[in-house]
């Protein structure tokens, strides 16, 4: 099975830092992307990546930036959290073009705490 | 405009009961559905999917899932519930072109 690999389960940061999540998948997916989940609201798709060093804007992609450097690994980045950021984000991959036929996998996910 | 919904935010069954999750869309035309399960502070898990063929779809768990284009419904049923399938269930749809919509979700709460 594919397996995706958030670093942090939990994660507390203060106002103003600088903070990388970071994702790896086991698989040779081409596409990998990043949620975030908040009560009420849903899924949200911040950023994703079709391949290695391209990247392309979701619906909320403000505050925020991501790297992919080698296929496996993805990366996001809050440049200067803010407690409005507090929030669960979820790492996904998948395998073809879009969601295709195939689904995606997702990483269990890191909950962040801005403070 | 594409949507999911899910009208149920959450649903009480009985250990040993059925169980049926509905789930609407609305899209031009027949998209690529899927189920997906979340328990609590986890990532969420492939359940099933559609995308052509026969519209009763089995998957993992014991769960399955009836595309109906003429109500452009996709439920998620199991004939007999177990308490750990207490989670949380989202239907997704894909349009295409990177973009998936997921429906709000739906808690399933399983009493003794």
């Known amino acids: 099975d594919v397996k995706v690999t958030q670093s942090s389960r939990y994660l507390v940061k203060r106002t103003g830092e600088k903070v990388f999540l970071e994702c790896v998948q086991d698989?040779?997916?081409?596409?990998m992307f990043w949620y975030r989940q908040d009560p009420g609201l849903g899924l949200r798709l911040i950023y994703f990546?079709?391949?290695?060093?391209?990247?392309e804007k979701g619906d909320i992609p403000e505050g925020y930036s991501v790297s992919r450097e080698k296929k496996e690994r993805f990366s996001l980045i809050l440049e200067s959290a803010s407690t409005n950021q507090t929030s669960m984000y979820l790492c996904a991959s998948s395998l073809g073009s879009g969601q295709g036929a195939y689904g995606y996998t997702f990483g269990s996910g890191t909950r962040l705490t801005v403070v | 405009a594409q949507s999911v919904t899910q009208p149920d935010i959450h649903i009480t069954v009985s250990e040993g009961a059925s169980l049926e999750l509905r789930c609407n869309y609305s899209y031009g035309a027949t998209p690529y559905l899927f189920w997906y399960v979340q328990s609590p502070g986890q990532g969420l898990q492939l359940l099933l999917k559609?995308?052509?063929?026969?519209?009763l779809v089995q998957g993992i768990k014991g769960f399955e899932a009836e595309f109906k284009r003429s109500q452009s419904s996709f439920n998620l049923r199991k004939p007999s519930v177990h308490w750990s399938d207490a989670a949380e269930y989202f239907c997704a749809v894909d349009t295409g072109g990177f973009k998936t919509i997921f429906g709000a979700g739906t808690r399933l709460f399983v009493k003794a």
């Open positions: 990546s079709y391949d290695v060093k391209m990247k």
């Open positions: 698989m040779d997916h081409e596409n």
């Open positions: 559609y995308f052509s063929g026969d519209t």
